[in-house]
């Protein structure tokens, strides 16, 4: 037996059937083998399927490759031939820096988001007061003398277009009078934030009275801590909110290198941690839990005030200038930013018919190369052209053997030819057996 070829499995080349390339071979109107179309047979094995023979596409599966960058460059044969293909080639770079660019911006944005983003600005508080004098008998209007004393507020230079309600600084407002003339049980008014407060734009309050009255507000602003003065000295933070603490917190402990080198997820803590956190090492998860304990509410912002009845009195409105720290307005338009998809699909689209640009000149290309090597060289041409489809054909048919030497005679008086004639009809015979015990239903010994 020929060694590499089993019995029976060489094909004979004898009256194979060709034609011109993309059409039926001659004295034939099927392909040579069934399901597959002459035109998958490409000459010289470079030429491109044209868009008619191409058989039609699978439907995109889980782990396809997606298409690159890469897809829409230009061949440099392509560029050679075509001089003005170097302006898309221009804008192709331009695009490349272009996305790394937007890239590189988007996760400048993400680590930024991350970190409390906030202002200081400058709150003023208009603190001020209207006197209704008594009425005389018969005529309208209340009888007794009363005030009313109006805690408004308002940010300067603010150019979001939400005001934010004057309530949403505070956790709470105390307005103390006069012990003396309101009693104990009617000199405080207090405002205090609960779950379900609803925001309002100033605070009103209204006694009876006609004499000028002493009050102290007590404003206690929302968000924030005031630390404990160990820890404030040691971060230099008196009072801030709570992630502007943790912020200078994680700051100390990479400026003094205390994460751990090995176990990243712990802190070794020095001498002035273990004095403050009571512990040699913390984890960072409990650095929260330990940090609440540190955390204490700030001081009030006291404002004296005098509540003036006289008439005469033109200074009845009050003014305060106070820092508070307010959202940054480029924080909602990074988050905005990034979690826009607008045009992505455009851009998709956009992409994909680029890529299909690309391939439609690539196919093109190949074939101007097919027939200009056909119309300088005709003969050679063909004859290259035939010896490409045989080989394509063995190929595809799964045929062994060398046609130029099985056309000879000298081929089959080789050694190997009486025991490959010799396995061949024991294999018949044994088939041929197998089927007469099917039909007899015994088995033969």
């Known amino acids: 037996q020929r060694p590499g070829m089993p019995p029976g499995g060489r094909m004979p080349m004898a009256g194979l059937q060709v034609g011109p390339p993309g059409a039926p071979p001659y004295g034939a109107a099927t392909p040579l083998r069934p399901g597959l179309p002459q035109a998958m047979m490409d000459p010289f094995r470079k030429r491109l399927l044209t868009p008619q023979a191409q ?4 439907t995109p599966r889980r782990g396809v490759k997606r298409r690159k960058m890469a897809d829409k460059v230009l061949p440099q044969r392509i560029r050679e031939l075509v001089p003005e293909s170097q302006a898309y080639m221009d804008l192709l770079a331009f695009e490349r820096k272009l996305d790394q660019t937007i890239a590189r911006k988007r996760m400048e944005i993400q680590e930024a988001i991350k970190k409390p983003l906030t202002q200081k600005r400058k709150l003023r508080i208009y603190i001020s007061n209207t006197f209704t004098p008594a009425k005389e008998e018969g005529e309208g209007g209340e009888r007794v003398a009363s005030w009313e004393l109006r ?27 006069d012990k003396e003339l309101y009693g104990p049980d009617n000199h405080l008014v207090e405002w205090h934030r609960m779950p379900t407060t609803q925001e309002t734009d100033g605070f009103q309050v209204k006694r009876p009275g006609d004499v000028n009255v002493k009050c102290t507000l007590l404003l206690m602003l929302d968000h924030q801590y005031k630390l404990d003065p160990r820890l404030a000295r040691l971060l230099g933070v008196h009072t801030q909110t709570r992630a502007s603490i943790m912020q200078a ?51 009030p912002i006291i404002i004296n005030h005098t509540i003036s009845v006289d008439p005469n009195d033109q200074k009845k ?24 998809t607008t045009n992505q699909q455009e851009i998709a689209s956009l992409d994909a018919k680029i890529h299909e640009t690309i391939e439609s000149i690539n196919q093109l290309k190949t074939q101007r190369d097919f027939m200009l090597s056909f119309s300088n060289n005709p003969q050679d041409f063909i004859q290259e052209w035939i010896k490409s489809q045989r080989r ?14 099985e056309r000879r005679a000298e081929f089959y008086q080789q050694p190997w030819a009486q025991e490959a004639v010799g396995r061949h009809i024991f294999a018949k015979v044994q088939q041929r057996r197998q089927e007469l015990e099917q039909v007899l239903g015994i088995r033969l010994t």
């Open 151 to 177: 805690v408004e507020g308002k940010l300067l230079e603010d150019p979001s277009k939400q005001k934010r309600k004057f309530s949403s600084f505070f956790k709470s407002l105390v307005i103390e009078l």
């Open 317 to 340: 409105t009050a003014c305060y200038d106070i820092d508070v720290e307010v959202d940054d307005p480029l924080k909602a338009q990074m988050s905005n930013f990034l979690a826009s």
């Open 55 to 58: 058989p039609p596409m699978a």
């Open 249 to 299: 917190l994680w700051l100390y402990i990479k400026h003094n290198k205390l994460q751990d080198s090995h176990e990243k997820e712990f802190i070794n803590c020095n001498r002035y941690f273990r004095q403050i956190f009571n512990c040699v090492r913390m984890r960072f998860s409990e650095i929260p839990m330990k940090l609440a304990g540190l955390l204490q509410h700030p001081d």
């Open 392 to 405: 394509d054909l063995k190929i595809i048919t799964d045929v062994i053997g060398n046609p130029e030497e």
